[in-house]
C-alpha cells in the first residue's frame, strides 16, 4: 500500500486553515491589532504549527496580517489612504482585464455573473453582510475570467480580498446597495452587448463611485475631507 502524500495533506490543512482565518478577518470577528499565536491557533484548528505558519504567510501575502520578529502575525487595520490607493488600483487593472474580456466572454461567462448577481442582491435583502464582499468579488471575476490573464486575475483577487471588509462598510455605511446592484446590472447588460470600451469605462467609474461614498460618508461623519480624497 503506497505511503500517503504527506504534500497534499499539508495543502489541505493549510488551505482550510487559510479560509477559516481570512473569514474571520474579513467578517469582523478579529479586528485590526488581533494578535494571531500560532499555538494558540494550532491548539484551535488541532493542526500542527505547520500549516498555521504557512496560512500566516499567505494571509501576510495577501494583505491581511502582518509578520513580526518578536510579536507574531498581527491583523492589518488599513488606512483610508491605503484604501482609496488600492481601489485606484483596482479601477486601472480591472477596467483593462474587461475590456479584454468582453470580446472573449461566452454565455457561460455571462451566466455566471448573472448567477452571482443575484445572489448578491438576495443578500442585500437579507442584509447578509458577511457575504457581500465575497459576491461582489465573484460577480466582477466571472466577468473577467475571459481576458486569459490569470497573473493580472490573482492580483486583482488579492485586491478584492485586500478590500473586501471596505466593500462591506461601504454599501453598509452609505446606504449604497441599490446603487451597487444597479450599476452591476448595467455592467452586466453592456457586457451581454459586447460593448467593451463603454463596459471597462463603466466599470472604472463604478470602482471609483464606492471610494466617493466612502469618502463622503466620512467627510460628514467628521466634519472634513477624510483621508480617501486624493484624487
Known amino acids: 500500500m503506497p505511503a500517503p502524500d504527506l504534500r497534499v495533506s499539508r495543502q489541505t490543512l493549510t488551505s482550510a486553515v487559510t479560509e477559516a482565518l481570512r473569514n474571520r478577518i474579513l467578517t469582523g470577528d478579529l479586528t485590526g491589532g488581533t494578535q494571531l499565536r500560532q499555538e494558540a491557533l494550532s491548539q484551535e484548528f488541532g493542526v500542527s504549527r505547520v500549516p498555521v505558519r504557512e496560512a500566516l504567510r499567505q494571509l501576510e501575502a495577501e494583505g491581511l496580517v502582518r509578520i513580526f520578529d518578536h510579536r507574531g502575525a498581527v491583523v492589518t487595520e488599513l488606512s483610508l489612504d491605503d484604501v482609496r490607493e488600492l481601489l485606484d488600483i483596482r479601477a486601472l487593472v480591472e477596467s483593462d482585464l474587461l475590456l479584454r474580456a468582453v470580446p472573449r466572454q461566452c454565455a457561460a461567462d455571462i451566466d455566471e455573473a448573472a448567477a452571482a448577481l ?77 460593448d467593451a470600451i463603454g463596459a471597462a469605462a463603466f466599470l472604472r467609474q463604478h470602482v471609483l463611485n464606492a471610494a466617493d461614498s466612502l469618502d463622503d460618508w466620512f467627510a460628514r461623519r467628521d466634519g472634513t475631507r477624510s483621508a480617501l480624497s486624493t484624487r
Open 118 to 194: 443575484a445572489e448578491f442582491e438576495t443578500a442585500l435583502a437579507r442584509h447578509d453582510i458577511a457575504h457581500w464582499g465575497t459576491l461582489n468579488a465573484r460577480f466582477h471575476i466571472a466577468l473577467y475570467r475571459a481576458a486569459g490573464r490569470p497573473q493580472t486575475m490573482a492580483l486583482v483577487e488579492s485586491l478584492h480580498n485586500r478590500t473586501d471588509r471596505y466593500t462591506r462598510m461601504q454599501i453598509l455605511l452609505t446606504n449604497f446597495a441599490d446603487r451597487a446592484q444597479a450599476e452591476h446590472t448595467h455592467l452586466l447588460a453592456l457586457c451581454r452587448s459586447k
